[in-house]
């Protein structure tokens, strides 16, 4: 079993950065893949960013590149995601996820993923 905590979201103006951070406990080594979704209410679930469990490889929705940026720390049993120049389109509640298997063609799908933390809402105004 893994167990995922988020934290780090709030309210911020648009233009504005925040950082999350997930801290995982339990088998955190049989992990390939760390990502973070997002879901705005009456929406789906949103692929955002993941990244390999070697930190080796990282991929992002097309929306977030360049201004999003996923990494962790293995040390820690950490990820986290650097978020720049947030826009009032993103207020969404942020979750952090874990899968077993690294299969490049689910990446974004989220039913693939197998732990989920409870998520934390991140708020842009404009």
């Known amino acids: 079993q893994v167990q995922l905590v988020e934290s780090g979201g709030g309210l911020v103006q648009a233009g504005g950065s925040l950082r999350l951070s997930c801290a995982a406990s339990?088998?955190?080594?049989?992990?390939?893949?760390m990502a973070w979704f997002r879901q705005a209410p009456g929406e789906e679930r949103e692929f955002v960013a993941a990244?390999?469990?070697?930190?080796?490889?990282?991929y992002y929705a097309d929306s977030v590149k360049g201004r999003f940026t996923i990494s962790r720390d293995n040390a820690k049993n950490m990820m986290y995601l650097q978020m720049n120049n947030l826009k009032p389109e993103e207020t969404a509640v942020y979750y952090c996820?874990?899968?077993?298997?690294?299969?490049?063609?689910?990446?974004?799908?989220?039913?693939?993923?197998?732990?989920w933390g409870q998520g934390t809402q991140v708020t842009v105004s404009s």
């Open positions: 990244i390999t469990r070697t930190g080796g490889s990282s």
């Open positions: 339990g088998r955190t080594f049989s992990m390939a893949v």
């Open positions: 996820a874990a899968r077993a298997t690294l299969t490049i063609a689910t990446m974004a799908t989220h039913t693939r993923y197998d732990y």
